[in-house]
C-alpha cells in the first residue's frame, strides 16, 4: 500500500464532481446517463470482478469470516437506526430509508480503491464481500421496506419472489459465483480472452464514478435532519469501527484486514434509491443520505485509508 491517500481519493472525487456537472449542465442527457449505468452494471463491472475472482487465490474460510466480522456488525448497525423512533416525527417509510443507508455499500467506490491500494487480490475479496453481504442486504431491506414502506406501493407476495429471482440473477453476483467457480476449479481461459475481460472491467471503473456523481441530489430534506444524520453516522463511523473490532477477534490476514475496514466504510449504494421507491420507501429521504454519505465519504475515507494503512 504505497499509494498516497491523496493520490488514491482525490481522482475518484474529481471524477464523481465531473459526473455531476456533466449532468446538471445538460452537457449530455439524461438518455446517456441511464446508458452508462446499463453498461457498467451489467458488462464492465461484471467483467472487472469475473477477471479478478477467476486468477485470484480465494481462502474458502473467508466466507465464515466475512459472516463474522462483516455481516454481524451490519445487523448491529441496522439495529441501531430503530434509535430514530425517539423523534416522535419519524415517519416509517422514512425509517426505511434510515435502515437502508446504514447497511447497503456503494461498491462501485469499494472497488475502485480496493483495486488501487491492493491490485488484484484486493478486488477479489472485496467482490467476495459484496456477493455475500449483497444478498444478505437486499432480503433484510426488502424484509424492513415491506413492513414498514407505504403499504400502497408494496410489492405483492409474487413481486417478492421476483425480487429474489432478480438478487440471484444479479450480474455482480452471477460474475462473482463464476469467477469462484474458475478459482476454485482452477479453470484458466486463453490469456487473449482473459486479457479483453480485463480491460472491459477497467473500462468500467472511471464511467462508475461519473454515473455516482451524475446521480447525486443536492437538495435539502427539512425535519428529517436527525434519521439522516444517525443512517450517515452509524454507516461511516460505527460499522468500521465494529468491523475493526471484530477482525481483532478472529485470524485474518493483514491484507485482507484492510479490505473488510475498507467495506464497512463505504458510503451507501446509489441503488437504495431504486428500492426505495420501488417499495414505498422515503425516496426523497434516500437520495439526501446517498448524496450525504457518498460527500461525507470524502472526509472519512482518508481517517479510514490511514488506518487500514498502519495495519499489520
Known amino acids: 500500500m504505497n499509494t498516497s491517500i ?137 424484509t424492513v421496506l415491506t413492513h414498514y414502506g407505504d403499504a400502497e406501493q408494496r410489492y405483492a407476495a409474487g413481486q417478492h419472489k421476483s425480487m429474489l429471482r432478480a438478487v440471484a440473477s444479479n450480474p455482480l453476483i452471477v460474475a462473482s459465483i463464476a469467477g469462484l467457480a474458475f478459482s476454485f476449479l482452477s479453470i484458466r481461459l486463453p490469456d487473449p480472452l482473459h486479457s479483453t475481460i480485463y480491460f472491459l472491467g477497467q473500462t468500467g471503473l472511471p464511467l462508475a464514478l461519473l454515473a455516482v456523481g451524475a446521480g447525486l441530489k443536492l437538495r435539502a430534506s427539512a425535519g428529517k435532519a436527525m434519521a439522516i444524520g444517525i443512517s450517515t453516522f452509524t454507516k461511516l463511523a460505527i460499522m468500521p469501527a465494529l468491523i475493526y473490532l471484530f477482525i481483532s477477534l478472529i485470524e485474518l490476514s493483514p491484507d485482507d484486514a484492510r479490505i473488510f475496514v475498507l467495506y464497512g466504510a463505504l458510503p451507501t449504494a446509489m441503488s437504495s434509491y431504486v428500492l426505495a421507491s420501488q417499495l414505498g420507501g422515503d425516496k426523497e429521504s434516500m437520495a439526501q443520505i446517498i448524496t450525504l454519505q457518498t460527500l461525507s465519504a470524502a472526509l472519512t475515507l482518508p481517517v479510514i485509508l490511514l488506518v487500514i494503512q498502519k495495519m499489520a
Not at 33 to 49: Q, R
Not at 122 to 133: E, R
Open 6 to 142: 491523496l493520490d488514491t481519493l482525490l481522482p475518484l472525487y474529481l471524477l464523481i464532481s465531473l459526473g455531476y456537472i456533466f449532468r446538471h449542465s445538460n452537457f449530455l442527457g439524461h438518455e446517456f446517463w441511464d446508458g452508462v449505468e446499463k453498461l457498467v452494471y451489467y458488462i464492465l463491472f461484471p467483467a472487472l470482478i469475473f477477471s479478478n475472482l477467476a486468477r485470484a487465490e480465494v481462502d474458502p474460510a473467508l466466507i465464515s469470516q466475512i459472516l463474522f466480522a462483516v455481516a454481524i456488525p451490519t445487523f448491529i448497525v441496522g439495529a441501531i437506526q430503530w434509535l430514530g423512533f425517539l423523534d416522535k416525527r419519524l415517519s416509517r417509510e422514512t425509517f426505511s430509508s434510515m435502515y437502508q443507508g446504514a447497511v447497503r455499500n456503494n461498491t462501485t467506490i469499494g472497488l475502485v480503491i480496493a483495486g488501487l491500494i491492493l491490485p488484484g487480490q484486493g478486488v477479489a475479496v472485496m467482490a467476495l464481500i459484496m456477493t455475500i453481504m449483497v444478498i444478505i442486504n437486499n432480503i433484510s431491506c426488502v
